[in-house]
């Protein structure tokens, strides 16, 4: 929370000035044609006035998009998704479109933006409140980008990154993410709208948790978001995607692809805070989260880790792996999921052992309420060339309720015999006995349930960075709310 | 300040109390002795609200309200307090924060604020040094690896920094060695006065001579059988549980 307060008394105390790269100017909507087509991913690259190569890329993309199933592994009950019905492009919103004030946000959203003790300003803009030009996320980003730009951090959208900065984009997207990967990798591919890139030169410390300021900036990054972050040799920096707070959100259809890179002894410490609108009680409405998160090691002694907290969306299919290329490097992921009410999720990682002493390390939590499915999907694949390398699964279920379900599919392959894996995974039931214990202690039935959940998910939660970290626990209570009694 | 009126209660058709009344008024301290299976862990539990339970017929008023009526955290908020005989283990949760999460709910109950971070440390620290606690083990997940007599000293913790007007201790004694059992019995004397009472169910006279009782009860099968003062506990001591129900 510091963090965030800071941030925000650094905009406030940019003063009433006009900024001059804020885009208060009044924009007409500008939307590509319904539908999907070879002519909107013209009109995407278009729009942005991209070289080239970049629209050959996206039409490429496009053509195997057309060619690919789309991927059935999951255990998820996914609508048939009519592509044609959605806009994959329209610009940002022009003020007058948008919810005047918070009075016209609903009250439930508005609630739990209470309960998480998220400032009225950034009330406003999770809520997609017009507000005005100085509190926008360009001028929020300037005050930290000078202290960046100094130690040769590149940090920008990746619009930006494609105008500035082709030769690294060009270099390394789509390396860890093929666009023949499976369908919504390429669909992603063909229509990104926006997303953030990084660059952090060899021997590079970001001084900065590069969260600090995304929380805001990240709104309006759409629903085909495309990030891309380099650590070069010896370098370090950890990032912050998402949000504690739910976010309003019109497009149902979300189709994000995330790489990482990180060469000879660069660590990427990755966190996300996933709580998208997950539809009402009755399942109806909610978004489609289809997420495919991928990291390469490339080089020797690098480390990736990941950690989430998914507790929104009414799909969640989502995989972040890591490719451990380099010798001696390390993987890690760290996931709470949980789904209450009618929510669907199906995630886990893959881990892919090919460079020598590697190793990897799993810990997953999921928690299921109400009738929601929650299931855990693995893959810890060791190559025969990657010899002395370990993995350690650990996969944690909680049942509340009667109606729900919570599934373990781990996936092991070994051509290796040096390496060793080792798989535990429970599955258990809320202790009726803990809760009374708790409400004997004179907490309600729901922070009972709030505390006993967020003791099954400390091993995670312990991994996020300290300012979201408090939130975190708050928002794993308020999304079991009405699970118990 | 606690009526018990001809309760019955039974455990999946299987009656355990059989028409037991107690009264409790304030600033007494009442014990409830009785053999293994007689109804006294049952007693707790209701009192408590823990569900499972079937009240068949009769009545608990506490402080003028039905006791019944109320949910187990509007129970210990109205001040009544349950030290467990065997306190639950909540794993990943910090046996400080657990504490704070408690004060707080029911500074939340009476419509006070938060808990301020330095007092809280001040009152934990003074309260748990009396009970030889170290701040080692705060630290430490609730309960979890914790000792059967830490886990007791634990409770008494509880029970000191919540000040309930009505504790129920359930058998804390037992597991304790002699040293644990005079450091507890310290723990719930400090606390006595006149403002509260206690009811301390035990299957031996041991705890009764550090926790001394205003009355002593014995139970036998569902239903007390015989009252008296402190003396009753030393002639139970002398004959044993069966030829005192006996002579009931």
Same mark, same amino acid.
């Given at each position: 929370?510091?963090?965030?307060?800071?941030?925000?008394?650094?905009? $406030?105390?940019?003063?009433?000035?006009?900024?001059?790269?804020?885009?208060?100017?009044?924009?007409?909507?500008?939307?590509?044609?319904?539908?999907? /087509?070879?002519?909107?991913?013209?009109?995407?690259?278009?729009?942005?006035?991209?070289?080239?190569?970049? @629209?050959?890329?996206?039409?490429?993309?496009?053509?195997?998009?057309?060619?690919?199933?789309?991927?059935?592994? #999951?255990?998820?009950?996914?609508?048939?998704?009519?592509?044609?019905?959605?806009?994959?492009?329209?610009?940002?919103?022009?003020?007058?479109?948008?919810?005047?004030?918070?009075?016209?946000?609903?009250?439930?959203?508005?609630?739990?933006?209470?309960?998480?003790?998220?400032?009225?300003?950034? %009330?406003?803009?999770?809520?997609?409140?017009?507000?005005?030009?100085?509190?926008?996320?360009?001028?929020?980003?300037?005050?930290?980008?000078?202290?960046?730009?100094?130690?040769?951090?590149?940090?920008? /959208?990746?619009?930006?990154?494609?105008?500035?900065?082709?030769?690294?984009?060009?270099?390394?997207?789509?390396?860890?993410?093929?666009?023949?990967?499976?369908?919504?990798?390429?669909?992603? /591919?063909?229509?990104?709208?926006?997303?953030?890139?990084?660059?952090?030169?060899?021997?590079?410390?970001?001084?900065?948790? @590069?969260?600090?300021?995304?929380?805001? $900036?990240?709104?309006?990054?759409?629903?085909?978001?495309?990030? &891309?972050?380099?650590?070069?040799?010896? /370098?370090?920096?950890?990032? &912050?995607?998402?949000?504690? #707070?739910?976010?309003?959100?019109?497009?149902?259809?979300?189709?994000?692809?995330?790489?990482?890179?990180?060469?000879?002894?660069?660590?990427?410490?990755?966190?996300?805070?996933?709580?998208?609108?997950?539809?009402?009680?009755?399942?109806?409405?909610?978004?489609?989260?289809?997420?495919?998160?991928?990291?390469?090691?490339?080089?020797?002694?690098?480390?990736?880790?990941?950690?989430?907290?998914?507790?929104?969306?009414?799909?969640?299919?989502?995989?972040?792996?890591?490719?451990? %290329?380099?010798?001696?490097?390390?993987?890690?992921?760290?996931?709470?999921?949980?789904?209450?009410?009618?929510?669907?999720?199906?995630?886990?990682?893959?881990?892919?052992?090919?460079?020598?002493?590697?190793?990897?390390?799993?810990?997953?939590?999921?928690?299921?309420?109400?009738?929601?499915?929650?299931?855990?999907?693995? &893959?810890?694949?060791? $190559?025969?060339?990657?010899?002395?390398?370990?993995?350690?699964?650990?996969?944690?279920?909680?049942?509340?309720?009667?109606?729900?379900? #919570?599934?373990?599919?781990?996936?092991?392959?070994?051509? $290796?015999?040096?390496?060793?894996?080792?798989?535990?995974?429970?599955?258990?039931?809320?202790?009726?006995?803990?809760?009374?214990?708790?409400?004997?202690?004179?907490?309600?039935?729901?922070?009972?349930?709030? @505390?006993?959940?967020?003791?099954?998910?400390?091993?995670?939660?312990?991994?996020?960075?300290?300012?979201?970290?408090?939130?975190?626990?708050?928002?794993?209570?308020?999304?079991?709310?009405?699970?118990?009694? | 300040?606690?009526?018990?009126?001809?309760?019955?209660?039974?455990?999946?058709?299987?009656?355990?109390?059989?028409?037991?009344?107690?009264?409790?008024?304030?600033?007494?301290?009442?014990?409830?002795?009785?053999?293994?299976?007689?109804?006294?862990?049952?007693?707790?539990?209701?009192?408590?609200?823990?569900?499972?339970?079937?009240?068949?017929?009769?009545?608990?008023?506490?402080?003028?309200?039905?006791?019944?009526?109320?949910?187990?955290?509007?129970?210990?908020?109205?001040?009544?307090?349950?030290?467990? =005989?065997?306190?639950?283990?909540?794993?990943?949760? =910090?046996?400080?924060?657990?504490?704070?999460?408690?004060?707080?709910?029911?500074?939340?109950?009476?419509?006070?604020?938060?808990?301020?971070?330095?007092?809280?440390?001040?009152?934990?620290?003074?309260?748990?040094?009396?009970?030889?606690?170290?701040?080692?083990?705060?630290?430490?997940?609730?309960?979890?690896?914790?000792?059967?007599?830490?886990?007791?000293?634990?409770?008494?913790?509880?029970?000191?920094?919540?000040?309930?007007?009505?504790?129920?201790?359930?058998?804390?004694?037992?597991?304790?060695?002699?040293?644990?059992?005079?450091?507890?019995?310290?723990?719930?004397?400090?606390?006595?006065?006149?403002?509260?009472?206690?009811?301390?169910?035990?299957?031996?006279?041991?705890?009764?001579?550090?926790?001394?009782?205003?009355?002593?009860?014995?139970?036998?099968?569902?239903?007390?059988?015989?009252?008296?003062?402190?003396?009753?506990?030393?002639?139970?001591?002398?004959?044993?549980?069966?030829?005192?129900?006996?002579?009931?």
């Amino acid at each position: 929370m510091a963090a965030t307060e800071q941030t925000i008394k650094q905009v $406030n105390s940019l003063g009433n000035s006009e900024y001059k790269y804020g885009f208060s100017t009044d924009l007409d909507e500008i939307k590509a044609p319904k539908g999907l /087509s070879e002519e909107v991913v013209r009109f995407i690259s278009a729009q942005k006035n991209e070289p080239e190569w970049m @629209l050959e890329w996206r039409l490429n993309a496009f053509k195997v998009f057309n060619k690919l199933p789309k991927p059935n592994w #999951a255990k998820l009950n996914i609508p048939e998704i009519n592509y044609q019905e959605y806009y994959y492009y329209s610009s940002p919103k022009s003020l007058k479109d948008k919810p005047k004030s918070l009075d016209e946000i609903d009250p439930e959203i508005l609630k739990t933006y209470e309960k998480l003790g998220i400032p009225l300003k950034e %009330q406003e803009i999770l809520s997609g409140v017009a507000v005005d030009a100085v509190f926008d996320s360009v001028s929020v980003a300037t005050t930290y980008k000078k202290q960046l730009n100094d130690l040769g951090i590149i940090f920008c /959208s990746i619009s930006e990154a494609i105008q500035e900065h082709p030769e690294l984009v060009k270099k390394y997207i789509g390396s860890v993410i093929p666009v023949t990967d499976h369908s919504f990798a390429a669909l992603n /591919s063909a229509v990104f709208t926006d997303g953030s890139f990084v660059y952090i030169p060899e021997g590079v410390r970001c001084p900065v948790e @590069l969260s600090t300021y995304f929380r805001i $900036n990240a709104i309006n990054t759409g629903q085909f978001e495309r990030t &891309l972050i380099i650590a070069d040799k010896n /370098s370090y920096v950890s990032y &912050l995607e998402g949000c504690t #707070a739910p976010m309003r959100d019109e497009n149902q259809l979300h189709a994000a692809n995330v790489e990482l890179v990180a060469l000879d002894n660069a660590e990427i410490k990755y966190s996300t805070v996933q709580n998208w609108y997950p539809g009402d009680s009755e399942g109806k409405g909610g978004i489609y989260n289809f997420v495919t998160k991928r990291g390469a090691c490339r080089g020797h002694s690098s480390k990736i880790s990941w950690t989430q907290v998914e507790t929104g969306s009414a799909i969640t299919w989502k995989y972040p792996s890591c490719i451990l %290329q380099g010798d001696n490097s390390k993987g890690e992921f760290y996931s709470v999921a949980i789904t209450n009410n009618k929510q669907q999720a199906d995630t886990g990682t893959k881990m892919i052992h090919i460079g020598k002493n590697t190793s990897s390390k799993i810990i997953s939590k999921g928690i299921s309420a109400g009738k929601a499915q929650n299931t855990y999907r693995g &893959l810890v694949s060791i $190559n025969s060339r990657a010899s002395n390398s370990r993995n350690f699964t650990q996969c944690d279920s909680l049942l509340i309720g009667n109606e729900c379900g #919570a599934h373990t599919v781990p996936y092991i392959e070994s051509s $290796n015999a040096d390496s060793t894996i080792e798989h535990e995974a429970t599955t258990s039931k809320i202790n009726e006995d803990q809760l009374f214990y708790c409400m004997q202690r004179g907490l309600n039935s729901e922070d009972a349930v709030g @505390l006993i959940v967020n003791g099954f998910c400390k091993e995670v939660l312990q991994h996020l960075p300290m300012e979201f970290a408090v939130e975190a626990q708050k928002l794993v209570a308020i999304s079991l709310e009405g699970s118990v009694g | 300040m606690l009526k018990i009126n001809n309760l019955h209660v039974s455990i999946e058709g299987k009656q355990i109390i059989k028409g037991l009344s107690l009264s409790i008024n304030k600033g007494e301290v009442h014990a409830l002795m009785g053999p293994n299976g007689s109804g006294k862990s049952t007693l707790s539990y209701v009192l408590s609200g823990k569900e499972g339970y079937e009240i068949e017929e009769g009545t608990i008023e506490y402080n003028g309200k039905n006791l019944l009526d109320l949910e187990v955290d509007e129970r210990a908020n109205a001040g009544l307090f349950l030290a467990f =005989q065997y306190p639950m283990e909540i794993p990943g949760v =910090q046996t400080s924060f657990f504490l704070k999460t408690a004060i707080n709910s029911k500074r939340k109950f009476l419509g006070m604020p938060e808990i301020d971070a330095l007092e809280f440390a001040k009152l934990i620290k003074s309260q748990a040094e009396d009970l030889g606690i170290g701040s080692e083990m705060l630290k430490r997940d609730l309960n979890v690896n914790y000792s059967g007599g830490e886990k007791k000293k634990q409770e008494i913790l509880q029970m000191s920094i919540l000040k309930p007007d009505m504790a129920i201790l359930d058998e804390t004694d037992s597991g304790l060695d002699i040293d644990a059992l005079r450091i507890v019995s310290e723990g719930v004397n400090k606390l006595r006065s006149e403002q509260n009472s206690f009811l301390v169910i035990t299957h031996y006279q041991r705890l009764l001579n550090y926790i001394k009782p205003d009355f002593v009860h014995i139970i036998a099968d569902g239903r007390i059988v015989k009252s008296g003062d402190f003396s009753l506990a030393l002639e139970l001591e002398e004959k044993g549980y069966e030829d005192i129900s006996k002579t009931a």
